[in-house]
């Protein structure tokens, strides 16, 4: 069977925009000094699938294998697969593989609604009760919302795209990138003080500025793409980064870490409105404190040619 292509009309003229073609490999391998019985496991690995994503094929090796393994929507309508395990042993490893095809926007040009194209930004009243938890705020700061104010025009109104474009060319160029492996993020006014900070981080923090503007932002897990020679940030473990909605574009990807506003090189797990609803791995064990060596997590994103 063939593949999906998007046509793209322009005046005149017609385009074909064929898909890249990806393999996304994901290695979670917990270790111990020890045998320890493992509790449920809950693992976001498969892609989220669209209009711009078209899962082709997946597998997923476990082990040791688990005594039962489900599969569930989440909330966010996030595919969520539950292990369950019997037994003890001294590793556990999660082995998951997926080729997808991916539709890339390189420019993107979001037509919004004419309410929606300058700041302030009043959503209607039914897009307002339904985004009620993109726009609560998880760290109110001060600091944070005079950071946000900074990209506001001094003199009549704001260009929204104008605004949240400077906030995320602002992160990438004034902020250093780091790669954590500790669970967790930090408060949005701590990455502000320290300029600096994870892919995580840096999209709780431009989460926390937009919504003490009013705007409604979700939390996005995934992985990126990463070609040759190329100087994005992120490759090699998950990726993090955040969506805005504005009305007449929906749910736009913003990438903070790398300045990448579209789709361009990134590929949706798991959305929610706050990040530790959408962790990639999460479960329990039982043993003796001390035998816990670690968490290696290895990530690659390949173009299949």
Not at 6 to 29: D, M, W, Y
Not at 133 to 155: H, I
């Amino acid at each position: 069977m063939g593949g999906y292509v998007t046509i793209e009309l322009i005046p005149g003229a017609s385009r074909v925009t064929e898909p890249q073609r990806l393999t996304v490999r994901h290695v979670s391998t917990y270790r111990y000094s020890e045998p320890v019985r493992f509790g449920e496991h809950r693992m976001m690995f498969r892609p989220r699938s669209g209009h711009d994503v078209r899962v082709v094929a997946t597998q997923l090796v476990i082990s040791p294998a688990p005594s039962r393994l489900h599969w569930l929507h989440d909330v966010f309508d996030n595919s969520v697969g539950v292990a369950a395990f019997s037994g003890e042993a001294p590793e556990l490893c999660f082995d998951s593989q997926v080729a997808l095809e991916h539709y890339e926007s390189p420019l993107p040009d979001y037509a919004l609604e004419r309410y929606a194209a300058t700041w302030p930004l009043a959503y209607t009243n039914e897009e307002a009760s339904d985004l009620v938890n993109a726009r609560s705020r998880q760290y109110p700061d001060a600091e944070v919302d005079l950071w946000a104010r900074r990209f506001l025009a001094t003199r009549g109104a704001t260009s929204t795209m104008t605004l949240l474009r400077a906030m995320t060319q602002e992160i990438k160029s004034g902020f250093r990138y780091v790669r954590r492996t500790e669970k967790g993020v930090y408060r949005p006014a701590d990455t502000l003080r320290h300029r600096s900070g994870s892919c995580r981080d840096f999209a709780v923090l431009m989460m926390d500025a937009v919504r003490s503007l009013g705007l409604a932002a979700r939390f996005v897990s995934g992985y990126i793409f990463v070609p040759d020679f190329d100087t994005t940030l992120g490759g090699g473990a998950t990726h993090a980064w955040l969506q805005i909605y504005l009305p007449g574009a929906g749910w736009v990807d913003f990438d903070p870490t790398n300045s990448i506003i579209g789709n361009r090189h990134l590929i949706r797990v798991a959305v929610a409105w706050n990040y530790y609803q959408a962790l990639p791995l999460w479960g329990t064990w039982h043993g003796a404190a001390h035998s816990f060596r670690g968490l290696q997590v290895d990530v690659s994103v390949t173009e299949d040619v």
